[in-house]
């Protein structure tokens, strides 16, 4: 029967740059209230004739597109432009975790237009996949594997400030996976890069999407072997183990730093 028949909801993730569209609403109790727009909003901008509307595939109820606009949407009662660090602070973890896949999407299409083996245009086969029509590569998202890990000293841990940090805080160290490397080679490369210290028993701790603007954090925890620490200045302005008693700022519930600290804590 056609009309018991269920339309699935379509959810629309608008972005200019890094900034993600958001419908503010007002609940009966007077709260204001954020989330990612249905197509049963009207939108306040329609996507470009010719722009790529990318469905974004997640296991979810909803189906999820995407689009990019070429302008910042002016703030409404109704609307409102926020970064994609920030959103998590409004919308629901889902929404979060979409918003992250979208976003990695539409910087793999803005980056991947012309084939970069041979320069001719190239044409969307598939929801993550481009092929050039002149050589037949094939370009799927470039996904950037990044270690980040947690050194326990006794009853410390050690907490480093990154230069690219945003914010005040302290955070754990963190670096790109290189090729060739098993990724518990590269937390041994990364720390002594950038402290100077030996650590030893690396055990996996868990991982995360990380759309800035594309990649993976793989976690893990490590004891403190030997060493002294010495900073690797161009990356680092401050480093230190720490006590549970006295930890400085650390990394919003966004991020796995965050969770791996949390769960430190806790134990
Ligand atoms: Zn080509």
């Known amino acids: 029967m056609e009309d018991t028949e269920k339309q699935v909801p379509e959810q629309w993730f608008v972005f200019f740059k890094d900034q993600l569209l958001l419908k503010r609403e007002i609940t009966e109790k007077g709260e204001v209230k954020y989330c990612v727009p249905y197509d049963t909003d009207i939108l306040p901008v329609k ?15 909803v189906t999820v597109r995407t689009f990019a606009v070429e302008q910042l949407i002016t703030e409404t009662e109704e609307w409102m432009m926020i970064g994609l660090r920030d959103s998590y602070e409004y919308i629901t973890p889902e929404e979060y975790k979409a918003a992250g ?22 044409e969307q086969k598939e929801p993550i996949m481009k092929k050039c029509p002149s050589c037949g590569y094939e370009i799927y998202p470039h996904i950037a594997t990044a ?5 326990r000293r006794r009853e410390e841990i050690l907490l480093v400030r990154g230069r690219n940090f945003r914010g005040t805080f302290y955070g754990l160290v963190a670096g790109f996976l290189e090729p060739g490397e098993t990724l518990e080679q590269c937390v041994q490369r990364e720390v002594m890069e950038e402290t100077g210290l030996k650590v030893k028993n690396i055990t996996y701790f868990g991982n995360q999407p990380w759309p800035y603007p594309s990649g993976l954090m793989a976690g893990f925890i490590a004891d403190y072997e030997s060493g002294e620490i010495k900073l690797q200045e161009e990356e680092i302005s401050a480093g230190a183990f720490y006590s549970k008693k006295n930890l400085p700022e650390i990394p919003r519930k966004l991020s796995i730093a965050r969770k791996m600290i949390d769960w430190w804590i806790d134990n």
């Open 47 to 61: 996507p470009a004739t010719g722009d790529t509307v990318h469905e974004v595939l997640l296991p979810s109820e």
């Open 101 to 122: 896949k979208a976003y990695q999407i539409l910087y793999w299409d803005q980056h991947s237009r012309f084939c970069p083996s041979c320069g001719t245009p190239t």
């Open 147 to 151: 270690i980040i890990v947690l050194i």
